[in-house]
């Protein structure tokens, strides 16, 4: 009994001098004006991946796939004589062999009509432009003629151009966050003090987007005129939430 007494005593006064130590016992949301602030930047991407499909039917499966690889030769010989190109920017992938059935009402059965080989290439671009993007899908274009398809355009931010757009985009949101705080303040007439904390929430990097239907489209085949490319922007956002002490006036 007087053992567990003396043990509540000792409990007692540590958690004193513990209090007396730090001298926060206050309700640490006590006084506080939370606000979250948003920042969004606006860039122009700077790297492009144009994909690039190889399509080839003959009669025969060997017929197909020589003319495919001839084709992709042509392409890939095309891209890498661009400035700035080099071999390693141009990969290839998805090989494939396929037949193609035609249904004959005849024998009531599947006929081979033929075999169609494909081939998937991707060029990336790095610092890219409208001009240097043109170039390549003409280049492709006008190599690769009939057996040539350009299925997609995808537009993305370099790692060091997503990192200055995402820390802009922090500049803005601590500011629009301040700019909330002062009018918050003065409405409700409260005095703001010191900041007591600041958290770094979601950045949204601004992904690959792909490019619309219609901003690279329609490649002119003839060599002699360009396609028109115009390279659209792309949104970083960034939020933080900070708190303000505050008094009353
Ligand atoms: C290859 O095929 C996969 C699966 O179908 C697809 O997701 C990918 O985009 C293809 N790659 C290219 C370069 O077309
Ligand atoms: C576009 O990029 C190419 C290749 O990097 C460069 O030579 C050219 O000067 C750029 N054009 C413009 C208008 O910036
Ligand atoms: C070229 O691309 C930029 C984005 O970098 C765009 O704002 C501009 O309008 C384009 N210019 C032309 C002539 O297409």
Avoid: H
């Amino acid at each position: 009994m007087r053992r567990s007494l003396s043990l509540v005593l000792l409990f007692a006064l540590v958690a004193m001098s513990s209090g007396q130590g730090t001298g926060t016992t206050e309700d640490p949301k006590a006084g506080r004006l939370s606000v979250t602030g948003a920042g969004n930047v606006e860039v122009v991407p700077d790297v492009a991946k144009v994909y690039l499909a190889v399509s080839v039917t003959r009669p025969t499966a060997n017929a197909a796939c020589q003319q495919a690889a001839d084709s992709t030769t042509k392409v890939r010989d095309a891209l890498e004589a661009i400035n700035g190109l080099a071999p390693e920017d141009v990969t290839t992938e998805n090989y494939s062999v396929q037949p193609n059935y035609v249904y004959s009402p005849d024998t009531q059965d599947q006929k081979i009509t033929g075999y169609t080989c494909s081939q998937s290439l991707v060029v990336k671009i790095d610092g890219v432009n409208n001009t240097s993007l043109a170039a390549v899908i003409d280049a492709a274009v006008s190599a690769g003629g009939n057996d040539l398809q350009v299925s997609q355009v995808v537009m993305d931010l370099s790692p060091q151009l997503r990192r200055s757009a995402a820390n802009q985009a922090r500049e803005a949101a601590v500011d629009d966050a301040a700019e909330v705080a002062q009018l918050l303040a003065k409405t409700a007439k409260v005095t703001l003090g010191p900041i007591k904390s600041i958290v770094d929430q979601n950045v949204a990097p601004g992904g690959p987007t792909p490019m619309p239907a219609g901003a690279a489209a329609a490649p002119v085949a003839d060599a002699t005129t360009s396609t028109p490319v115009q390279i659209g922007t792309t949104i970083v956002t960034a939020s933080v939430a900070i708190d303000w002490a505050i008094a009353n006036e």
